[in-house]
């Protein structure tokens, strides 16, 4: 059975950084794209950052040049680097692939205090 393991959320202040991992275990297979979305109570999930197999990256207009997406092939991990941290960052993140199923992960917090 295939689970994503996400860490790396918490509290931190406006302008602060915070690195999210998550890991991907079990027999997963060769995965196409991997992503990171957040959530806030009562809104659509939206999608924040994306990678392709090839390292094409792709940013909601929202994170461009404050996030930085990443992933380790070998180890099935992908890493969402967020430095100049706002408010409005403040949500739930999840981490997301997609090969021959989609895997979602659990969700980790990420408050950002003004």
């Known amino acids: 059975q295939v689970q994503l393991a996400e860490s790396g959320g918490g509290l931190v202040q406006a302008g602060g950084s915070l690195r999210l991992s998550c890991a991907a275990s079990?027999?997963?297979?060769?995965?196409?794209?991997m992503a990171w979305y957040r959530q806030v109570p009562g809104k659509q999930r939206e999608a924040v950052a994306v990678?392709?197999?090839?390292?094409?990256?792709n940013y909601a207009e929202s994170v461009k040049g404050r996030f930085t997406i990443s992933r380790d092939n070998a180890k099935n991990t992908i890493y969402l680097q967020m430095n100049s941290l706002k408010p409005e960052d403040t949500a739930a993140y999840y981490c997301?692939?997609?090969?021959?199923?989609?895997?979602w992960g659990q969700g980790t917090q990420v408050t950002v205090s003004s």
């Open positions: 997301f692939m997609l090969g021959l199923h989609v895997y």
């Open positions: 079990g027999s997963i297979g060769s995965i196409n794209v």
């Open positions: 990678i392709t197999s090839s390292g094409g990256t």
